[in-house]
C-alpha cells in the first residue's frame, strides 16, 4: 500500500503498510510484520503490536507495551461511547432505583446521562470525575435486588 520513514527514539526505520482498516493494521517494519490494533483516543487499548513473523537478525521497532481492559461485571453499566466523566450522583453502598441518575459524562460534545437499569445497591464505582473512558468500559456496578415468592 503506502511506504513511510518512522523515526523512533532517534532511530530510523523503513516501514510499509500491507493492510488497513478502521480497526487493525499489518504493517511491515525492517522485514518485521506487525498486527496492530487501532485503538480511538480515549478509549483504553485491548493491545497495541504483535508481531506476527520474525526474521533473522532483524530488531523490531519498539512498541509500547498493552494495557488490559478491564471486564465489566455482570451488573456493571457501561459506557456507551468514549467519553469524560462528568459527575458522579452516587456513592458506593446507596440504593439506586430503576432509571436513578448514576453519572453524567460527555461524549461526541454532548452531556450524557446514565442511569440505573434496574433496583438495587451500588457495589462498585469503576471511574472518578474526571476519568476519560473508552466505549464499554466499566462505569457502576448495580447488584441485583433478592428475588422474593409470593
Known amino acids: 500500500m503506502s511506504q513511510y520513514k518512522l523515526k523512533v527514539n532517534g532511530r530510523e526505520y523503513g516501514a ?32 497495541a503490536v504483535l508481531p506476527q513473523a520474525q526474521s533473522a537478525g532483524v530488531s523490531p521497532a519498539p512498541a ?56 438495587g445497591v451500588v457495589r462498585k464505582i469503576f471511574v472518578a470525575e474526571g476519568d476519560s473512558v473508552g466505549e464499554g468500559d466499566p462505569l457502576v456496578e448495580i447488584s441485583r435486588p433478592e428475588m422474593t415468592t409470593l
Open 16 to 47: 510499509r503498510v500491507l493492510e488497513l482498516s478502521p480497526e487493525r493494521a499489518r504493517i511491515e517494519v525492517e522485514d518485521q510484520i506487525y498486527e496492530i490494533e487501532l485503538v480511538e483516543i480515549g478509549r483504553r487499548p485491548d493491545a
Open 64 to 119: 509500547s507495551p498493552a494495557t488490559k481492559k478491564i471486564p465489566a461485571p455482570g451488573g456493571a453499566m457501561t459506557a456507551p461511547l468514549p467519553g469524560l466523566i462528568l459527575k458522579i450522583d452516587v456513592k458506593e453502598g446507596e440504593n439506586v432505583s430503576a432509571g436513578q441518575l448514576l453519572l453524567s459524562m460527555e461524549a461526541m460534545k454532548m452531556e450524557n446521562q446514565i442511569n440505573a437499569a434496574h433496583n
